[in-house]
């Protein structure tokens, strides 16, 4: 089979490595798609600290596709069905795993990092994970490219009830990138009664717009805080969602908040950035600041009943498909942000 693998940071070849092995209580997923994030981009040119020096490693965690082969004790699945996977499986002990939230087990595994992910023709599920609950089905009606979609997706869903986005509120998403324009679907699809789309790139605004953005906000022609204040008569927006790695976005959010607002912190810094936190503000008009990462087993699954309808079209987000072998230009098209989200496409037979 083709691979995708990387060896170290500004390094990855593309060659032939043999199909993985199963074991009787593992899975065989035939790898139909697998989306490129801002994570493939940081390991690729920093590593990771959970894959040693000298690991080679498939990377690749917004993957779908179908059982290939099951093994003999494999009783929940069969080969044909079309799965996708919750990247991030817990220890299934730690105070984290038993409140659900496995994404914050601080012993996780997760694809694409310490187990083999998405950028393979064949991706090898091991039993414990299955035993985690971080298979799930895809639904009959949507295709493998926007179910490697459903993976950040979950992870907008997971920020959006940490700040409980719902029907009256004004939400304001800073960026229109896929991120972005995910969250802009989601908080339709809670009943958010505005939401408003901030971004330098007007194509990108475009495409929030074809997924129901109600207000479109170009940074390079007005002001982001008159706008907001204006469409809000005074008053601010109820949420914050700032999905651009921004010391300056981050703090000045609470500039645009109502009183009882809420922030969620949505896109990372790295470790070099400490934005000042407007403190005055939190206290006076009782805000609310959160971070959240990643996504929980449960807000998968929710997501791909969200979605399950094929009601609405997510493909916009999506601007390349690439093969295996092209992974170089997909992440060049990744990196340049002049498109929104590349994936690495297998063909079915």
């Known amino acids: 089979m083709r691979a995708a693998v990387f060896h170290e940071p500004g390094r990855i070849e593309v060659r032939d490595r043999d199909e993985p092995v199963i074991a009787a209580d593992d899975v065989l997923v035939r790898v139909r798609a697998a989306s490129i994030c801002g994570t493939d981009l940081r390991i690729m040119r920093h590593g990771h600290f959970k894959i040693p020096a000298g690991t080679p490693r498939v990377l690749g965690h917004e993957v779908a596709g179908e059982i290939a082969a099951i ?3 494999v009783t929940d699945f069969r080969v044909g069905d079309r799965v ?3 990247p991030n499986v817990g220890c299934g002990h730690c105070d984290m795993c038993r409140r659900g939230l496995n994404q914050l087990c601080p012993t996780y595994d997760a694809f694409g990092i310490t187990l083999d992910g998405g950028f393979e023709q064949y991706m090898r599920v091991p039993g414990w994970v299955l035993d985690r609950g971080n298979l799930h ?11 490697a979609l459903m993976e950040p997706a979950a992870c907008c869903l997971h920020g959006q009830r940490a700040v409980n986005v719902g029907p009256g509120d004004d939400v304001l998403i800073i960026g ?3 991120i972005g324009c995910l ?3 989601i908080a339709k699809r809670r009943a958010a009664r505005r939401v408003i789309v901030a971004n330098r790139r007007q194509s990108r605004l475009d495409i ?3 997924l129901g953005a109600d207000e479109l906000v170009n940074v390079t ?3 982001l805080h008159e706008e907001v204040m204006r469409l809000t008569d005074g008053r601010g927006v109820d949420v914050v969602i700032t999905c651009v790695s921004d010391p300056a976005v981050i703090a000045s959010a609470t500039d645009l908040l109502a009183r009882l607002g809420r922030l969620n912190v949505f896109s990372g810094l790295g470790d070099a950035a400490r934005p000042q936190i407007d403190v005055n503000a939190l206290h006076y ?4 600041m959160t971070g959240t990462t990643g996504a929980s087993n449960t807000d998968y699954r929710d997501v791909l009943d969200m979605f399950s309808g094929g009601d609405i079209d997510l493909t916009p987000i999506i601007s390349g498909r690439f093969s295996v072998d092209e992974i170089h230009g997909a992440l060049e098209h990744a990196a340049s942000g002049a498109g929104m989200k590349p994936l690495i496409a297998f063909e079915g037979d």
């Open 176 to 178: 229109a990138g896929p």
């Open 208 to 210: 929030a717009g074809l």
């Open 71 to 73: 093994g003999a004790d």
């Open 137 to 147: 089905a895809v639904p009959a009606g949507m295709s493998f490219d926007v179910a």
């Open 221 to 223: 022609e007005r002001d």
């Open 183 to 185: 969250h802009t679907v």
């Open 84 to 86: 996708s996977v919750t």
């Open 285 to 288: 008009r009782e805000l609310v």
